[in-house]
């Protein structure tokens, strides 16, 4: 296979195994390509692509327009704080004003679940979802799983905890999915007021015990505690979470194996990671940063080459 | 569909000899050269010559790489098909060296275009020059011709030149194939 089966990445729930692995292989290229001393290829240059983030980011967003212009696409980019949407425009508006300027290409954050999908249903443009609420965000679970397979040869087969706040977690929800559909285990494991009900019918174990579920896994990524999306307090003290629910370099020594540990950042240091921990050789945590790039690269390739 | 034979395996021995010499006869010890098979098809003739280089004619430690172009292709988007891409593998420094582009057949000259713009995003090497095993001839959109050439071919656009490898396609020969509907 050489094409994706979707025109848009709007979730992993919509691709199938083998656009996984197309991905992948074609982010293999794409990391050789932007470790060249001169880092760029031209395949994007008649493609203009609109970065619309209508919700903070920091990395992802940078991700992107770095993955953008290395592969020399015309990229603008649209934040909400400095926007017309303060004045009262609706998203299609704000979106259709933007196409009207010729843009192939839309990636968008938004804080409402399913931005993307009802874009998709509205505009002639090809839309990657960069995070929608708490809902998905697959360019970060393909990344994810890259770096897994980077680090420990495959992801098949594999026991995968995601720790901390899965509740409020886009991560944790595209990274389930994106496991699942390549043959790994995947367990959550938090605090219970941070565990949505009825988790167990995605398909995924449910542990409470962070050491059981370290002791379980060959991957434990980390998860940040979402403070701002939280209206009511879900445990009783940070303190007590971290003595719950944080990993540091005791801990890890004490269980019978070594585990990768990964974090999508940003890190809460002394929260759910210690520094010893983030900055040891078991966490593949820059290596991310490093092939959020790439993946992103290989995403923006492929659909690009299925706009005619 | 037709196909004719244009190269034996031992007629495309003698001219893979030919080439190898007068490699020899610019490059000498190939101490400031290196060699680049150009994904995806060029990289068989291009260990084979450093086998035979290197084998039948004692010169050591060549350095051999291979170039993907699929990023650097002019016709991204334009064609019925997805471009797929091959590994780049260039592990040496090609700044100030001399280099030798190795591809099977040379048909319209974009793929050598292509290789050209993308051998720039690991420096600037001193010269570069082109070998091919088959020269299409009457076939060039632009203006690109080899240094080094196994055998100069007519064929017409309806025909495709096809190069066998042993260790690939479980033989050494060169086919002149007419097409119905595959890609050239």
Known sequence: ???????????????????????????????????????????????????????????????????????????????????????????IDTVNNILSMKVDMVVMRHPNPGAGVFLSKHINASIINAGDGAHEHPTQALLDSYSIRERLGEVK???????????????????????????????????????PKYIDKLG?????????????????????????????????????YTQQYGVNAGLLESLDKEIVIMHPGPINRGVEITSDVADSNQAIILNQVENGVAIRMAVIYLLASKIK | MSQKVLLNAKELNIILHRLACQLIENHNDFTNTVLIGIQPRGKFLAVRLMQ????????????????????????????????????????????????????????????????????????????????????????????????????????????KVKVNWIENDGEDSVYLIEKENTES
């Open chain 1, 1 to 91: 296979m050489s094409e994706l089966s979707v025109d848009h990445l709007l979730g992993i729930k919509y691709l199938k195994e083998q656009d996984i692995q197309l991905i992948f292989e074609t982010a293999d290229h794409f990391k050789e390509v932007i470790n060249r001393p001169i880092k760029k290829v031209p395949s994007l240059r008649d493609i203009t692509i609109a970065n619309l983030f209508f919700e903070n980011s920091t990395r992802t967003k940078l991700s992107f327009e770095l993955a953008e212009k290395r592969l020399s696409a015309d990229v603008i980019n649209f934040s909400a704080s400095q926007s017309s949407v303060k004045k009262g425009e609706t998203l």
């Open chain 1, 157 to 195: 087969g594999k026991n995968v905890v995601i720790v901390g706040d899965i509740l409020h977690s886009r991560v944790a929800l595209s990274n389930i999915f994106a496991l699942q559909l390549q043959g790994a285990n995947v367990m959550v494991c938090g605090p219970k007021t941070l565990i």
């Open chain 1, 204 to 240: 995924v174990k449910v542990e409470t015990n962070l050491r059981k579920a370290l002791n379980w896994c060959d991957v434990a990524n980390m998860l940040r505690v979402q403070n701002e999306r939280m209206d009511i307090s879900y445990f009783p003290s940070t303190r007590e």
């Open chain 2, 52 to 159: 035979m280089l290197t084998e039948e004619y004692q010169i050591k430690n060549i350095q051999l790489g291979q170039l993907d172009i699929t990023f650097f292709r002019d016709d991204f988007r334009r064609g019925d098909k997805p471009l797929e891409a091959n590994s780049t593998e260039i592990d040496f420094v090609v700044e100030d060296k001399k280099i030798v582009f190795i591809d099977d057949v040379l048909y319209t000259g974009r793929s050598i275009r292509a290789a050209l713009t993308a051998i720039q995003s690991f420096g600037r090497p001193d010269e570069i020059e082109l070998l091919t095993l088959i020269d299409r001839r009457f076939s060039r959109h632009l203006p690109i011709q080899p240094d080094y050439r196994g055998r100069q071919v007519d064929a017409i656009n309806e025909e």
